[in-house]
């Protein structure tokens, strides 16, 4: 016994459906069930146009099984017109057509004149793409002109007539127009989901990137003073135990201060309403930041010019934060124990400067004075969201600069 293999089958796939299968089978979307709608049409095409036929009120042509039997053909597809758009045109073209050839009128009127076909083409121009409805149209159209012909040949003596392409061409235009429509409308939400989605990006993007910078301040101001007080505990615990004793203090108390304030930034991105707002640093604790800078060993001169006024919260944080990564930067970088910070209420600005009498710090830190390192790039930014002006560099005489301004007019008064 021998088994011979067939040879193997190979399956293409298109993205279109068959023809027998878009003749059954609407879009997706349009998958639906018949409802009171189109069972009130169909009901509604027969009684007015086929049940005066059948109580005697005008009379047709055909028995009244024949009348009533091609009424009901030509009139019950429309119950799921728009589950089966293709078919349901089919179908009435077909009885038309049909009708026509058997010579049964199931009408009041000449060819059967009535709207069972005008909602068929409705639907399909509705609910199929533009080209298949036009070729569906006309096709169903050339049909029942051709049988309309060989029926004028075969019955002479009864009266035929090219009406139906007239109810057809409205019918449609008008299905057309609800379709353009309705794609409208879904590309207005579509445009708009898209919008949406991408303002949400980009608001998550700018919160991301503000908590990165709140962190960066925060860990890297901490972690220097922690090394730089953990270096002076290192040198002097044998020598000096109480000053030791009072650095790690300090330590300790950095980092519970540090912990408090990583959390409060940290539940920022939590969905509002499910917390309570953290109290952000403005200008009022610049002059504690500057103070504990001081118990760690660098002077610090800090003057206040001008009379402040009710600047935003967030101008404030901004403020500070500007002032605690500039300092940071002093204790890492400048190798000096003297700094200066000034901060400057003019009318129409708001100005800060942290200065430094140190070595050339560009140097030190490994950055230049066009501010590549990441401290110096995020209080760029910062600043750049206030529409402000911000310099970093080394000072002619020695040391380090970084100097902001911020525009301060009405808008950006609290």
Request: aromatic content about 6%; glycine content about 8%.
């Given at each position: 016994?021998?088994?011979?293999a067939s040879?193997?089958?190979?399956?293409?796939?298109?993205?279109?459906?068959?023809?027998?299968?878009r003749?059954?089978?609407?879009?997706?979307e349009?998958?639906v069930?018949?409802?009171?709608?189109?069972?009130?049409?169909?009901l509604?095409?027969?009684?007015?146009?086929?049940?005066p036929l059948l109580v005697?009120m005008?009379?047709?042509i055909?028995?009244?099984p024949?009348?009533?039997g091609?009424g009901?053909?030509?009139?019950?597809p429309?119950?799921?017109?728009?589950?089966w758009?293709?078919a349901?045109?089919?179908?009435v073209s077909a009885v038309?057509?049909a009708?026509a050839?058997?010579?049964?009128?199931?009408?009041?009127w000449?060819?059967?004149?009535?709207?069972a076909?005008?909602v068929?083409?409705?639907?399909?121009?509705?609910?199929?793409?533009?080209r298949e409805s036009i070729i569906?149209?006309?096709?169903?159209?050339i049909?029942?002109c051709?049988?309309?012909?060989?029926a004028?040949d075969?019955?002479p003596?009864?009266d035929q007539?090219?009406?139906q392409?007239?109810i057809a061409?409205?019918?449609?235009?008008?299905?057309?127009?609800?379709?353009?429509?309705?794609?409208?409308?879904r590309?207005?939400?579509d445009q708009e989901?898209?919008?949406?989605?991408e303002a949400?990006?980009?608001?998550r993007?700018e919160?991301?990137?503000?908590?990165s910078?709140?962190?960066?301040?925060?860990?890297s101001?901490?972690?220097?003073m922690?090394?730089?007080?953990?270096g002076?505990a290192?040198?002097?615990?044998?020598?000096?135990p109480?000053e030791?004793?009072?650095?790690?203090s300090?330590?300790?108390t950095?980092?519970?201060?540090?912990?408090?304030e990583?959390?409060a930034?940290?539940?920022?991105?939590r969905?509002?309403?499910?917390r309570?707002?953290p109290a952000e640093p403005g200008?009022?604790?610049?002059?504690?930041?500057?103070d504990g800078l001081?118990?760690?060993?660098?002077?610090?001169?800090?003057?206040?010019?001008g009379?402040?006024?009710?600047?935003?919260a967030?101008l404030?944080t901004?403020?500070y934060r500007?002032?605690?990564?500039?300092?940071?930067?002093?204790?890492?970088?400048?190798r000096?124990d003297?700094?200066?910070?000034?901060?400057?209420?003019?009318?129409?600005?708001?100005?800060i400067s942290?200065?430094d009498?140190?070595?050339r710090?560009a140097a030190?830190?490994?950055?230049?004075s066009?501010?590549?390192g990441?401290?110096l790039?995020?209080?760029?930014?910062?600043?750049?969201?206030?529409g402000?002006?911000?310099?970093s560099?080394?000072?002619?005489?020695?040391g380090?600069a970084?100097?902001?301004?911020?525009?301060?007019d009405r808008?950006?008064?609290?």
């Amino acid at each position: 016994m021998s088994i011979t293999a067939s040879p193997p089958t190979r399956t293409t796939r298109s993205s279109a459906p068959p023809w027998h299968q878009r003749l059954t089978v609407g879009h997706r979307e349009n998958f639906v069930g018949p409802d009171a709608i189109d069972i009130a049409i169909a009901l509604a095409c027969f009684a007015v146009f086929t049940g005066p036929l059948l109580v005697g009120m005008t009379s047709g042509i055909g028995s009244m099984p024949e009348i009533a039997g091609f009424g009901v053909a030509a009139t019950a597809p429309l119950i799921v017109r728009r589950r089966w758009p293709l078919a349901v045109l089919v179908a009435v073209s077909a009885v038309l057509c049909a009708a026509a050839l058997a010579d049964v009128r199931f009408t009041p009127w000449v060819s059967n004149t009535g709207p069972a076909i005008g909602v068929a083409v409705l639907t399909v121009a509705d609910m199929r793409p533009r080209r298949e409805s036009i070729i569906a149209t006309v096709v169903a159209m050339i049909a029942m002109c051709v049988a309309g012909s060989i029926a004028f040949d075969l019955y002479p003596d009864q009266d035929q007539d090219f009406v139906q392409p007239l109810i057809a061409l409205p019918a449609w235009l008008i299905g057309d127009m609800l379709r353009t429509r309705r794609a409208y409308q879904r590309s207005l939400a579509d445009q708009e989901r898209q919008r949406a989605a991408e303002a949400e990006r980009r608001i998550r993007a700018e919160e991301r990137l503000r908590v990165s910078r709140d962190v960066h301040d925060l860990i890297s101001h901490t972690l220097s003073m922690v090394a730089v007080r953990s270096g002076v505990a290192r040198l002097l615990i044998d020598e000096n135990p109480s000053e030791t004793r009072r650095a790690l203090s300090t330590i300790e108390t950095a980092s519970r201060s540090a912990l408090t304030e990583l959390r409060a930034v940290l539940s920022q991105i939590r969905e509002p309403g499910q917390r309570d707002e953290p109290a952000e640093p403005g200008l009022a604790e610049v002059a504690d930041l500057v103070d504990g800078l001081r118990h760690d060993g660098l002077m610090v001169e800090y003057q206040v010019l001008g009379t402040p006024m009710d600047y935003p919260a967030l101008l404030q944080t901004t403020v500070y934060r500007i002032v605690q990564e500039a300092l940071t930067n002093v204790v890492k970088h400048a190798r000096t124990d003297r700094a200066y910070v000034e901060i400057r209420h003019v009318p129409g600005e708001l100005a800060i400067s942290i200065t430094d009498d140190g070595p050339r710090a560009a140097a030190a830190a490994g950055i230049d004075s066009s501010g590549s390192g990441l401290g110096l790039e995020g209080m760029r930014q910062r600043v750049s969201l206030f529409g402000g002006r911000f310099e970093s560099g080394p000072r002619a005489a020695g040391g380090f600069a970084v100097t902001a301004s911020f525009p301060i007019d009405r808008d950006h008064r609290a």
